[in-house]
């Protein structure tokens, strides 16, 4: 893959901070997921697993890595009206490291789940933690994620997104079919017995093994999800809703959460949802938390700039690309 950087800060940045912690493997009957120090999935190319999926329930993590061949890509990104897109990237050869590492703990069995990770970081502009945590029998990871502004902030807007590759080390393929939204009876209204909206749900089905991964959330704040052919970072992009098609394609899902005043923080969730097939999907009911796991919340969110705003105002900026130039992927 050529990447041409368009945020040149996240290298001179990125690398500084406080120093590296280990990384956290969850394991659940279904799930097996390392948990990074830049607060993403996977370890970037280190030794340990980024995503795997045992569709059977038993633990039998022989198969397919879903994060880890070729570029191993999971970020988040946010974006405000006062700052550009920063944000943290697996991918190590990137160094998009914007969120300096603060602290990385293991939360399993102590705060209702299973298999609980919590991580703390810190950017110029705001304090961003991702808890990640899921049951044993949970086919999905949920993520709550709570920004805590150090500024004012307008127009605060967020995205999270992965490059599946389920299908590569047993069949050699790295494209995917990809999607939003899911049509049950196929009548095209999304409305149906479960269906599910584009909005809400961005998914990849290896074309060869039928396994599925995506991003799914039904929160209050406005949100649309999208598939990147240039695995773009700009949450504007998967508020756009676009859908770039089937291929070696970037999956995401963006929120619009609106104006945070010095020292005022918002929470919201999502997750990752994983499945044999497509159809076999099974979504969790975000926001069902135990008393000590709050759900969504904001103390302030108001002003929410219209989304074709959104759009004129920044993908002229992502047209200039996060990649000057269509990314060509080594395959071997």
Known sequence: MIKSLLFSTAILLGVSGTAAAAPLLLEGNFIRVTIGDDGTLGNGYGPEPGLLYDATGSR????????KPGFPWEFFTVKANEVGVTGNNND???????FRFNLIEDLSGQQGFDRHVRWLGTSESMQLSNDFFFNDDDQSIQVRTTITSLLDLSGLRFAR??????????YGDYETRNGRGYDANGDGDFGGAGDVAPQNWVHAQGARSGLSVGLYSDSPYA???GVSYDWLLDPDFFLAGIDEGDGDNALGIGFNLGDLARGQSVSFMYAYVLSA??????????GAQREDEPAESSLSV?????PGTLILMSLGVAALGVFTGRRARNKT
């Open 277 to 286: 097939s497509l159809g076999g999907a099974q979504f969790p009911v975000l």
């Open 161 to 170: 997104s992965i490059d599946p590759d389920q299908d590569v080390e047993t």
């Open 60 to 67: 039998n993590f022989t198969g397919d890595d879903f994060l």
């Open 223 to 225: 949100h649309d999800t």
């Open 92 to 98: 190590t050869d990137f160094w998009m490291r914007d």
């Open 302 to 306: 108001s002003s929410v700039p219209e």
